[in-house]
């Protein structure tokens, strides 16, 4: 019995899109699906499901960090069925040509989280993006002449790090930016043998410390709500 969606079985269409912030989720259904239906308000981590280009998809808050994505992921794929997550985040930016507004698809995300640290029992895993769904955001992007960066990125357990210089060591074995999320999302989809996508707009940089104002984030966050939501029923 899933604890923190509560829902019925077959309230959840099988593909979900995953904002971080539940009022997102609440945007998202009210804005550009129709027909939208709420499944769930337990602790406000609202869920909803609609229709897009006739497709049946729902979007579900999972709160911020690898511990939370990890209950809604785990519900989502164990309980509901669902076959296909896409979150749709923000990150920081970690690489100087990448720069605010811009947008990240996920390819791979490093963590310093201990949950596989205590899942592998010390092992080191490699969370993956699922490279179909990756492919279709790249194309779809691109063909929207948006330019987006495909690569490796982190997600962080820890958004006020202490060592404040952290990022630089990531940055120097590639990783394009920093947010909380995905490792998690990604191990659980290769758990349950399903496919799982990150796409990220960049809110803010660690490199010079600017940040999006909320009129840019909401212009980027639609664009790559577009992307998501084309790549989800692709
Ligand atoms: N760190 C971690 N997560 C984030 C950041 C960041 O700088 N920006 C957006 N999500």
């Known amino acids: 019995m899933p604890t923190h969606i509560v829902a019925k079985m077959g309230d959840i269409a099988d593909v979900v899109l995953l904002p971080g912030d539940p009022l997102r989720a609440k945007f998202i259904a009210e804005n550009l699906l129709t027909d939208a239906v709420q499944y769930n308000s337990v602790r406000n981590m609202l869920g909803y499901t609609g229709i897009y280009r006739g497709n049946r998809i729902s979007v ?7 511990p939370s ?9 164990n309980e509901f069925g669902v076959r296909r997550a896409i979150r749709v985040g ?3 930016t970690i690489q100087p040509y990448i720069k605010i507004r811009d947008l990240v698809i996920a390819m791979a995300a490093s963590t310093d989280s201990g949950i596989n640290n205590i899942r592998f029992g010390g092992r080191d895993y490699a969370p993956t993006a699922t490279f179909t769904l990756l492919k279709s955001a790249y194309e779809i992007a691109s063909a929207k002449g948006w330019k987006p960066f495909a690569g490796p990125i982190v997600s962080s357990d ?3 790090t202490e060592n404040p210089d952290e ?9 394009l930016a920093i947010e909380m999320e995905c490792a998690e999302l990604y ?3 290769a758990k349950y043998n399903r496919e799982a996508l990150g796409i990220l707009t960049i809110s803010d940089s660690l490199i010079d410390k600017t940040a999006t104002t909320p009129e840019e984030r909401e212009t980027a966050f639609t664009r790559m709500i577009e992307i998501a939501l084309e790549t989800a029923i692709s």
């Open 60 to 66: 579900q808050g999972t709160g911020m960090g690898a």
């Open 69 to 77: 994505i990890s209950i809604y992921a785990n519900e989502l794929f």
């Open 90 to 92: 923000t990150a920081g």
């Open 158 to 160: 820890m958004f006020y």
């Open 167 to 175: 990022w630089k060591l990531w940055a120097k074995f590639g990783c």
């Open 187 to 189: 191990t659980l989809a």
